[in-house]
Nanobody, 121 residues
């Protein structure tokens, strides 16, 4: 069983910063791609930023230059540093880890419970 625990969401004014963290615990053996998605009210969930085990990153165009995704492989933790936040960044942010457990050879996508980020204008 793999559990993802997110932290760092909250309310911030436009132009401010927040840092999200997501720690994978349980029987995870190896984490491949890790990253963040978000879902705003009435919209579909969308990719924000992901990072591979080798450090390759991919960002949504809307956050390039403002957000930075990073990871600590020893801690199975992924971070999202969000700067210059805008009201349109308001959403529930979900952590995603593509990983395998000790008891399986298959890589699966695991999701966190979501953390609310609200940016006021």
């Amino acid at each position: 069983q793999v559990h993802l625990v997110e932290s760092g969401g909250g309310l911030v004014q436009a132009g401010g910063s927040l840092r999200l963290s997501c720690a994978a615990s349980g029987s995870i053996y190896r984490a491949n791609t890790m990253g963040w998605y978000r879902q705003a009210p009435g919209k579909q969930r969308e990719l924000v930023a992901v990072i591979t085990s080798g450090g390759t990153t991919n960002y949504a165009d809307s956050v390039k230059g403002r957000f930075t995704v990073s990871r600590d492989n020893a801690k199975n933790t992924v971070y999202l540093q969000m700067n210059s936040l805008k009201p349109e960044d308001t959403a529930v942010y979900y952590c995603m880890v593509n990983g395998r457990t000790y008891s399986s050879i298959h890589f699966l996508d695991y999701w966190g419970q979501g953390t609310q980020v609200t940016v006021s204008s």
